[in-house]
């Protein structure tokens, strides 16, 4: 198997001004494999985050004590590494942050999708392909000119999503990058997310506390107070209602009306988590009964 | 909005003169300015007037944007004009009621300085501010600073901080906007009351927006720190900035222009029988 | 008595080249002592609805009256508006700035001129509302964590005793847990108080599980004002305005196509498993 990302008995501890250690994530073991799209799901607080932060070395040594290791592309990141090796990984695994007004630096579009490129040395001809290739990948094509401060929400996530693809890097982590956004905004998200999947080439993990953005995923991990907490595809993870409940977290509403019809004894299907899914069982349901 | 306002009056278009690249605008204005400055003979400023007049009809700029500019300056323009008039002591002497004295020489200085204010406001912001978006110009002093890269100047960080102002701007505008109505729905008054009430009243603005811009500050660095920046060493930039031959044309026009004003310096004649010297 | 609009039109940047008309014309109603949801796309004039109730924006054309009074004819006490309708901000935590949370909350009921016994009784009661916990109280609202900042930033508010509070996205950016937790306080401040609370949503799913009564704005001015039921009768509709709808909305919906229809419109969990057990007992003919 061919592993993007490798996390060993990894445990972290913020330290904060005072020097009093509060730790964030404990004892986590993982392995994300190249090409996969993998949903990082927990509350605000359970370290989900933290995790991101660690594997594209935004937290380091000097942020908090780091227990046991990461490894990204093969070079263990959490150790003692180059300036250079360490400029690398970081090139290679984008991050999609939360706030899409913080991640544009430029005061057109065409130039912020631009930026990661030049900081490479990227030929300027080579650089315009790339841009209006990346700005079509995320559906903003025609926005060349534009200024950010005039875009919406959803529009300017898309156009730092282009920036981070402009790296042409290896994975993107998506940090909570739906969640400043309305539903349309949202929804323009996924889209994106879910074509870069289908295009396979890139390793995508999202950190989300939406369920309903989970379900596309090939895997869901689900976070607690800084430990895994469940790890499994969609349909393992969200049809186990009372273990998602017991650490306050959703499942879809379909999910949740069929565990409801299954407790009392109406059903005994498997659960559905999508709408279509839901109203096929729905009417299977009602139509056995019928018979 | 406030987000609309628009920043540093750019009116986009496409015309002779927004075409001008903008390290040669920047040049073309320099010379512009010096060669107000130089001029003496009347024939100069009728010349530097005729000048600024036909940047003007080439920008494509209404005539009541270019009033609305001049706007601020009415005032300065007036008090140079009457200083002139009733300081000069130089000169025939035309006019005498009391104490108050008035020379041909400062009808002629007046008028001068008049136009040279004019000639100034209209080619600079003309040149500047209407045809070249803020951006551009940014770009436009980074490419005339670059040679001093070479001697260590931190050019390209420089560059790079004007354009994340400018780009932070409208964000940190609208904020501003945002805070206050807030503010002033908790029931703060911004308008009236003592001085230290309306210190305290900004207080509530000024705290809000300082956090806001220190985190805006840290979240972009740590986007740039992985979207691979790592100072100007080694950067390329997709849109180079072209010097074209129209822009060398325009250059060598601003010279002739100022050699043109010091040839013109040199021919002075009188009217009304030698009362005035131009 | 209500919050009225008649006729409402707001224009912003007038007579610049920026001109934009947010509102065209509209009629709405507040009502009391009920929780009225404002849904609608981004853009659709939400916020400026907001401002507009409490005086921020005025109106170009049209009347805002609050209890029968015009709310714009007299300039004097604009300030009087502000304090009888509270508003609260899109992430309003971004407007905290006393030493103290403590400070901070009392801020509001400060510039209303109140006794300090009179302040000191309504932070605590507003505490009490928004869960804040007592050591949070002295800390440096910068000091405390995202979700607790809110919840000062509303206890802001809350502490002025507005008769109509009115919050914009009140549960934006928060976790599901977060959410959950502020609009049931929300919900319980309300039934308490008998109050009026407005909460302006992009979420269906928060308005039908939190709102007496929902009027959803489209483009165009307001759609439809009415109950949850009546709101969610065309679903299609409001998808089509791009207002997500529950899922449990959406499924019912998908499977009317597939040939299995329900008596009424349904929005949540429960009610849509009370109906499916109820059909399949009149199958199983008990």
Redesign the interface.
Known sequence: MDNIIEIKDLSFSYKDSDGKLHPALHNINLNFERGTYTAILGHNGSGKSTLAKLINMVLTREDGDIDGSITVCGKEVTGDISDEDAYDIQCRIGMVHQNPDNQIVATTVEEDVAFGPENLGVDPVEIRKTVTEMLKAVGMEGHEKSAPHRLSGGQKQRIAVAGVLAMRPECIIFDESTAMLDPQGREAIMKTIDGLHKRGDVTIITITHYMNEATDADRVIVLNKGEVFMDGTPEQIFTQVETLHSVRLDVPQVTELFYKLKKAGAYDGGLPLHTEEGAAALKRLLDSKKR | ?I??ITLGQYFPGNSLIHRIDARAKIIITLILIVAVFAASSGIAFAFLFLLSLIIFILSGISFKTLIKGLKPIVFILIFTTIFQIFFTRTGNLLFEWYFIKIYSNGIIFAIKMFIRIIVLITTTSVMLSYTTSP?VLTDGIEGLMLPLAKLGVPVHDFALVM??A??FI??LL??TE??M?????????FSTGSLMKRARAL??V???LL??AV??AF??A?????????GGK???????MKFRFSDFIWLTLAAAALAGVFVLNTYTFSLFNGTFVL | MPIIFENVSYVYGQNTPFEHKALDKINLTINENEITGLIGQTGCGKSTIAQLCNGLYKPNEGKVTVDGVDINADKKNRKENFFKVGLVFQYPEYQLFEDTVEHDIAYGPKNMGLSEDEIKRRVLDAVRFVGLREDEMQKSPFDISGGQRRRAAIAGIIAMEPQYLILDEPAAGLDPQGRDDILSKLKKYQREKKTSVVIISHSMEDMAKYCDRIIVLSQNGVYKCGTKAEIFEDPAALRDMGLSVPQITKMVYCAKELGVSFDRPLYTVDAAFEDIMKMLGGGDGK
């Open positions: 909005m987000r609309d951006i354009s994340i400018l780009r409208p964000t609208e904020e945002k805070i109505s807030a503010q002033k729905a908790r029931g703060t008054d207080l509530a000024f705290v809000p956090a806001s985190r805006h979240e972009l740590d986007a740039m720190i992985c979207r691979g920046y790592r080694g950067r390329t930039k997709l849109n180079k």
